[in-house]
């Protein structure tokens, strides 16, 4: 079975700064789709990114991009230019014909 | 971009009673829906999911079931409730397998 696993909890960072969420899997399929989804104190899942296994170009929407280690499994988030909007929590999730499964995510936390 | 609908915001039911919780769906035909349920702290578990009306598949066995009687209707029901049904129900479309998956507001469900 599909697993995610997100080993930080919680996270703070600066505004205006860069942080990094690590997000690793475990599966022995070789087609899937990786997701990062935003959800903030209004509990409203937001996608942030989207990344195919299959394409080895790192996924990249303005402020977040991903870097994606197929070999390694993993799937990290990187937040530049942090802005207060970006406090919520992260969840890393993993899609294989609908078979999606989330992490247990992580608390990011922007200090102005 | 599809509109998710869900209703109740909150409920709190007594255990023991049954339970139904609905979700419609704007913006798209055909699509895939999902039921999730995320306790306090955690990420989302998928419940159930479906391709088409009157398919469902569920991914863990439970004190709940699903339906779909209509094409953008997606109910999640209980004839029991348990204590262990506490929770946040989200409900969420896609246009397919692998691709994003929009959410709706959710409910919290507490069962007393």
């Known amino acids: 079975a599909q697993t995610v696993t997100q080993s930080q909890p919680e996270m703070s960072v600066q505004e205006a700064e860069t942080v990094t969420l690590s997000c690793t899997y475990d599966?022995?399929?070789?087609?899937?789709?990786l997701f990062w989804y935003k959800q903030p104190p209004s509990r409203q899942m937001i996608l942030v990114i989207r990344?195919?296994?299959?394409?080895?170009q790192n996924a990249t929407e303005n402020r977040f991009s991903v870097n994606f280690q197929k070999a390694a499994k993993s799937f990290s988030l990187k937040i530049s230019d942090s802005q207060l909007g970006d406090t919520a929590m992260y969840f890393c999730a993993f899609d294989n014909n609908n078979d999606m499964r989330f992490g247990a995510g992580t608390r990011l936390t922007v200090k102005p | 971009s599809q509109t998710i609908h869900q209703w109740p915001a909150t409920l709190v039911q007594p255990v023991g009673s049954p339970l139904s919780l609905e979700c419609t769906v704007e913006g798209t035909s055909n699509p895939n829906l999902y039921w999730y349920r995320q306790a306090a702290g955690r990420g989302l578990q998928l419940l159930f999911y479906?391709?088409?009306?009157?398919?469902i598949s569920s991914e863990v066995p439970q004190n709940l079931s699903a339906s779909r009687p209509q094409d953008r209707q997606f109910i999640l029901s209980s004839k029991k409730l348990l204590l262990s049904d506490s929770g946040f129900y989200l409900c969420?479309?896609?246009?397919?397998?692998?691709?994003?998956?929009?959410f709706g507001p959710g409910t919290r469900l507490t069962v007393l």
């Open positions: 599966t022995s399929e070789n087609n899937y789709y």
């Open positions: 969420a479309s896609s246009a397919g397998a692998r691709l994003e998956q929009f």
């Open positions: 990344q195919e296994a299959y394409k080895q």
């Open positions: 479906s391709v088409g009306i009157g398919q």
